[in-house]
C-alpha cells in the first residue's frame, strides 16, 4: 500500500531538492565554468613557453584567476558558501 506524502513531507522533499540544486549548481561552476576553462588556457599559453620565468609568470596568473574566480579573494563569501552547503549537508543527514 503507498504512503500518502503529507504537505509537510512535500515541503521537506522540495526544499532538499533545491538544496541539491545549489550544491551542484556550485559545483559545476567551481569546475566547469573555472578550473576547466583555466586549464585549457593554462595548456594553450605553456605549449610553446621556453622560460622559466614566463611559465612561472603564466602559472601565477593562472593561480590568480582561480583565486579570484572562486572567491578565494572574499573571504566573506567563502565563509557563506561552507555555510551553505554544510547547512545542506546538516539537512540531508537529519532528512
Not at 576547466?36 to 620565468?53: C, N
Not at 611559465?55 to 566573506?76: H, T
Request: glycine content about 2%.
Amino acid at each position: 500500500m503507498k504512503k500518502k506524502h503529507t504537505k509537510r513531507d512535500i515541503s521537506v522533499m522540495m526544499l532538499r531538492q533545491k538544496m541539491a540544486f545549489f550544491v551542484d549548481n556550485m559545483q559545476s561552476y567551481f569546475f566547469l565554468d573555472v578550473l576547466q576553462i583555466q586549464w585549457a588556457l593554462l595548456e594553450q599559453k605553456l605549449k610553446d613557453v621556453k622560460e622559466f620565468d614566463k611559465v612561472r609568470k603564466i602559472i601565477g596568473n593562472y593561480l590568480g584567476s582561480i583565486y579570484k574566480q572562486i572567491f578565494l579573494s572574499v573571504p566573506k563569501i567563502v565563509r557563506l558558501i561552507f555555510k551553505a552547503v554544510n547547512s545542506c549537508r546538516k539537512f540531508n543527514v537529519f532528512v
